[in-house]
């Protein structure tokens, strides 16, 4: 069975930059058939989808981050990162890591981890 | 940017009663909507993909339909478990978007 974890800090300082990683397990991240994805949920809000990144390290973003995100691929660890640049305390969320099927929707995801944007 | 608009966005409803939830997007998608649902202190959970096919080990009560920029959840014979919000998410265009969400409360 897929399980994907998320681990990170779950405070950082505004305008310091949010680091998040998912590590992959029971699956290698090395498929020709799925992209690895970030989707974020603010408090009592609905869900954000940041971007992916596919094993080869071709990346997909959201244009409202785009200048601020970094997603890459460590297929040797299994693992996958998201960084965000510049954070406020509208980054606050709940952050998820999941796996794209090949047509897009998400159907293994992390339990999601907690980041609050505060100094 | 493609916008999906889920209606209601609240819904009070009865064990046994059947739900239909809309999502709505601001251009066609053809297929490629996909329905989650999300409890209390849990991570979303895949329902339903390509508009209608069902997902391995998700109840039969729940269906969807739907093509272009209109979609429906369905959920016949409503159980107390089925309490969470619910989720319709778009993978035609980038970026990948979802709606507002539907909360159902169990009475």
């Known amino acids: 069975q897929l399980q994907l974890q998320e681990s990170g800090p779950g405070f950082v300082k505004p305008s310091e930059t949010l680091s998040l990683t998912c590590t992959v397990s029971?699956?290698?991240?090395?498929?020709?058939?799925?992209?690895w994805g970030w989707i974020r949920q603010p408090p009592g809000r609905g869900l954000e989808w940041l971007g992916n990144v596919f094993y080869s390290g071709r990346t997909l973003f959201n244009p409202s981050l785009k200048s601020r995100v970094t997603i890459s691929v460590a297929t040797s660890k299994n693992q996958f990162s998201l960084k965000l640049s510049s954070v406020t305390a509208a980054d606050t969320a709940l952050y998820f890591c999941?796996?794209?099927?090949?047509?897009?929707?998400?159907?293994?995801w992390g339990q999601g981890t907690r980041v609050t944007v505060s100094s | 940017e493609i916008v999906l608009t889920q209606s209601p966005d609240f819904q009070s409803v009865t064990p046994k009663e059947k739900v239909t939830i809309t999502c709505r997007a601001s251009q066609s998608i053809g297929s490629s909507l996909h329905w989650y649902q999300q409890k209390a202190g849990q991570s979303p959970k895949l329902l339903i993909e390509?508009?209608?096919q069902s997902i391995s080990g998700v109840p039969s009560r729940f269906s969807g339909s739907g093509s272009g920029t209109d979609f429906t959840l369905t959920i016949n014979s409503l159980e107390v478990e089925d309490a969470a919000a619910y989720y319709c998410?778009?993978?035609?265009?980038?970026?990948?978007?979802f709606g507002q969400g539907t909360k159902l409360e169990i009475k």
């Open positions: 029971g699956g290698s991240i090395n498929s020709s058939s799925h992209y």
């Open positions: 999941a796996r794209h099927d090949s047509g897009g929707h998400l159907d293994y």
């Open positions: 998410h778009q993978s035609s265009s980038l970026p990948h978007t």
């Open positions: 390509y508009a209608s």
